[in-house]
T-cell receptor, first 111, second 113 residues
Framework: QKEVEQNSGPLSVPEGAIASLNCTYS??????FFWYRQYSGKSPELIMS????GDKEDGRFTAQLNKASQYVSLLIRDSQPSDSATYLC???????????FGSGTRLLVRP | SQTIHQWPATLVQPVGSPLSLECTVE??????LYWYRQAAGRGLQLLFY??????ISSEVPQNLSASRPQDRQFILSSKKLLLSDSGFYLC????????????FGQGTRLTVV
């Protein structure tokens, strides 16, 4: 079982819609969860971090964490064509400095 | 503010040649440092991480090695490159405590021919 799993996509949504990206992880002791955005040919950039169960909102982005289900998601409201990118979920393993990434979900926002 | 520098941006090397990629961080002390590799169309594979000078943890057996000769310098090396070493190499840093987010350099695109 992979440590961090994501659907590779592509996830295609129309402009203005809500995009929902999902991630599951295997280490029940994981403490920290991150979402990164990566444009083609570029390095990943941090969008959001979440450490506690529940929702965390930042502008058009909302991260959701459910530790009991080992599930973290990212919602993008009012999706824009400029949001088209690969979204990477990352998790720090329990009591470790290791930051492990999922394989990413490609998002396409259609004008 | 903190910045991370990684060079070169692109590199074409023949099979069997050596490799040295360098990464430096400015504006922070005792950072955690990471090397990742991303194959075309794939996710990030953690290669090495370091929590201090001379402290290197290797994640994947391979013909690569890493060193941290100074607090804010992280070097990725190989004595003999393989075709399978081609990829996008990314250096990242995080604050030197547990469970903090990492920030990436611009990456080096390595093509082994």
């Amino acid at each position: 079982q992979k440590e961090v799993e994501q659907n590779s996509g592509p996830l295609s949504v129309p402009e203005g819609a809500i995009a929902s990206l999902n991630c599951t992880y295997s280490d029940r002791g994981s403490q920290s969860f991150f979402w990164y955005r990566q444009y083609s040919g570029k390095s990943p950039e941090l969008i959001m971090s979440i450490y506690s169960n529940g929702d965390k909102e930042d502008g058009r982005f909302t991260a959701q964490l459910n530790k009991a289900s080992q599930y973290v998601s990212l919602l993008i409201r009012d999706s824009q064509p400029s949001d088209s990118a690969t979204y990477l979920c990352a998790v720090t393993l329990d009591s470790s400095y290791k930051l492990i990434f999922g394989s990413g979900t490609r998002l396409l926002v259609r004008p | 503010s903190q910045t991370i520098h990684q060079w070169p941006a692109t590199l074409v090397q023949p099979v069997g040649s050596p490799l040295s990629l360098e990464c430096t961080v400015e504006g922070t002390s005792n950072p955690n440092l990471y090397w990742y590799r991303q194959a075309a169309g794939r996710g990030l594979q953690l290669l090495f991480y370091s929590v201090g000078i001379g402290q290197i943890s290797s994640e994947v057996p391979q013909n690569l090695s890493a060193s941290r000769p100074q607090d804010r310098q992280f070097i990725l090396s190989s004595k003999k490159l393989l075709l399978s070493d081609s990829g996008f190499y990314l250096c990242a840093w995080s604050v030197g405590t547990l469970n903090t987010e990492a920030f990436f350099g611009q990456g080096t695109r390595l093509t082994v021919v």
